[in-house]
């Protein structure tokens, strides 16, 4: 079973929706013991990292996420929170990648948010598995990680080169959305399950 943390931050219906055309079972918690009970845990998320953080941390879910050691996917702000800290607040993470986050410098011919289909480079690490490098996911930001140890794929937006995806042990993370990633975010979801 898939635990999806509910903590009033998410894209909970289409993560769900996403794990139903691929056949697995999914609960929506914020229960501390179905969590830890899960075979796989995701942390989505959309919006305000600062409010996100302190949805978690009212739960008192910030100590269990770092303590898990099943395979846990954050997705989007879900992997913003998963980093040291972010400009967005600004907040103090959960400090599980070493990333800092930061929000996208304006420019005449620089959109933010970062918003629609955009290309992977650097692809390294088994969640991408049958991935072509140049493959086109669907991503919606105005903040991104930096690149670092944890990288494990690369977008860029204008002039910026930053973290598409990070990993760190058991713990994944992606800026863009695979759950709205057509077949490409499919085949990424499909390997998390798989690991």
Known sequence: MIAIIDYDAGNIRSVGNALERLGAAYELTADPARILAADK???PGVGNAAKAMENLRERGLCQLVRDLRRPVLGIC???QLMCRDSEEGPVEGLGIFDAHVRRFAEAPDIKVPHMGWNALGNLDSKLFRDVDSGSFVYFVHSYYAGLGPD????????GTLFSAALKYENFYGTQFHPEKSG?????????????
């Open 183 to 195: 077949s490409v975010g499919a085949a990424i979801l499909r390997n998390f399950l798989a690991l």
């Open 151 to 158: 990288t494990i794929a690369t977008c860029r937006h204008g």
């Open 77 to 79: 702000v879900g992997m």
């Open 41 to 43: 845990v995701i942390l």
